[in-house]
């Protein structure tokens, strides 16, 4: 069942791209996907790095930057969740010692948050569809090497996606939605929240005419000198032309908390906006039916390394949940549905720029098979989406409080 399963995921990945099965088979053998061994490598972080982590936070000193958690693209996907993460952190030390890991992993949270409120923002970027291709060597050292970096790895160190942004708009000359777009076809962490929001924040669009300018001296020293683009940068530029988008806020209307205790014959549709929400139903002893939805024959922008990343994803949760079944269109969820008598659908919430089950088409199909659903939004959004409306500054303040609705408690190691 599971190899039939496995080679159903194979197949609807490979409608995606032409895949160069080289490369593929490459990157295959030196990714190892799997929750315990994830936990444990966090585990095995937060004791030896952890402490560290707001001193050298800001250093990229190249792949595989062991001075981050590079839990990244698992946050992004929820294979691993937020909360699951800040416990384990707080099992090796005090809130107060490690606030700068607490806080980058609210921002993620902010982000998303914010986008909510200005949906705007995103759909200005979309509009353009841009797929980018790779840029041309540029002659500048760090840059390039940035580049074959994301292309070859899928990451980019914080720091220098600032810096790539900053040279690609205001040294090339580019226009920063390629920029963005680039970023989103090849980042395995790619979220349309962090990644739109982050390129304005450096052009000068976020926090309006505050650009962010690459420098030499900065990039030389956070490199720890491995890069030195003296007198290759622009370092007098100005931001761009505001646009006038994220003036004004839109209070997103949430659905009411759900109580899916006491309902009989309900389903979970997992998909890449959550692919552990499956584990908060079995931790409340939920009844349920489960599988997991990856629309085939549908055109993306990604590049082979994160269809390979995200294949992987699928085939690690299949082998631990055996009772969950792949899905790839809508004719087999209604079809799946029917035949596992399901009455109510639960689906992830979806944020602004991460829509994949609320389409029209489907809805309205189980409208007429007499299917109830809702996007079931985790309490952790729920909790902080609201407070996301302005800047992080003011979120920020919140965080206490977030910590405590959401029973993170502090384990105390002395």
């Not at 921002?107 to 759909?123: C, D, F, I, Q």
């Not at 990451?155 to 040279?167: D, E, K, T």
């Not at 976020?206 to 003296?230: C, D, M, Q, S, W």
């Not at 584990?279 to 549908?298: M, P």
């Amino acid at each position: 069942m599971i190899k039939k399963i496995l080679d159903k995921i194979n197949r609807v990945f490979k409608t995606y791209f032409k895949v160069n099965q080289t490369f593929v088979l490459s990157m295959k053998s030196e990714l190892k996907i799997d929750r315990d061994h994830l936990i444990n490598k966090f585990k095995n972080f937060s004791k030896k790095e952890l402490k560290h982590y707001s001193s050298m936070r800001n250093f990229d000193l190249g792949s595989p930057h062991r001075n981050v958690s590079n839990l990244s693209p698992f946050i992004k996907r929820r294979f691993m969740d937020e909360t699951e993460i800040l416990k384990i952190a707080l099992m090796y030390f005090k809130i107060e010692k490690i606030e700068k890991f607490v806080q980058e992993i609210f921002w993620g949270t902010y982000w998303k948050g914010w986008l909510e409120w200005h949906p705007l923002v995103y759909s200005d970027y979309e509009n353009e569809k841009q797929c980018s291709d790779i840029p041309a060597k540029s002659g500048i050292k760090c840059f390039d090497h940035w580049t074959e970096e994301l292309v070859e790895t899928g990451y980019l160190h914080n720091h220098a996606r600032m810096w790539y942004a900053s040279i690609w708009i205001f040294t090339l000359n580019k226009p920063w939605k390629s920029g963005a777009s680039f970023f989103k076809k090849h980042l395995l962490d790619f979220c349309p929240a962090s990644n739109t929001l982050g390129w304005r924040w450096v052009a000068g669009l976020h926090t309006v005419g505050k650009n962010y300018l690459a420098r030499a001296e900065n990039i030389n020293f956070y490199t720890n000198k491995r890069f030195n683009p003296i007198n290759q940068l622009n370092e007098r530029a100005s931001a761009l032309l505001y646009d006038n988008l994220n003036v004004k806020a839109i209070k997103s209307k949430y659905q009411k908390k759900i109580d899916i205790n006491n309902i009989e014959g309900l389903g979970l549709i997992m998909n890449n906006n959550d692919l552990s929400l499956n584990l908060l139903l079995d931790n409340k002893k939920i009844d349920y039916k489960g599988c997991i939805f990856i629309q085939e024959n549908k055109k993306y922008c990604k590049s082979n390394l994160v269809i390979n990343f995200e294949e992987k994803l699928v085939e690690s949760i299949i082998n631990q949940f055996n009772h969950l079944e792949l899905i790839v269109n809508y004719e087999e969820i209604i079809s799946w549905a029917k035949r596992k008598k399901i009455k109510h659908l639960i689906f992830p919430f979806e944020t602004v720029g991460n829509i994949i089950l609320n389409d029209k088409k489907l809805l309205t199909i189980l409208n007429e098979e007499n299917i109830n659903y809702n996007f079931y939004m985790r309490d952790w959004d729920r909790f902080a989406y609201p407070h996301a409306s302005k800047g992080f500054f003011n979120f920020k303040k919140q965080i206490p409080d977030l910590l405590k609705l959401n029973e993170i408690v502090n384990i105390d190691k002395g």
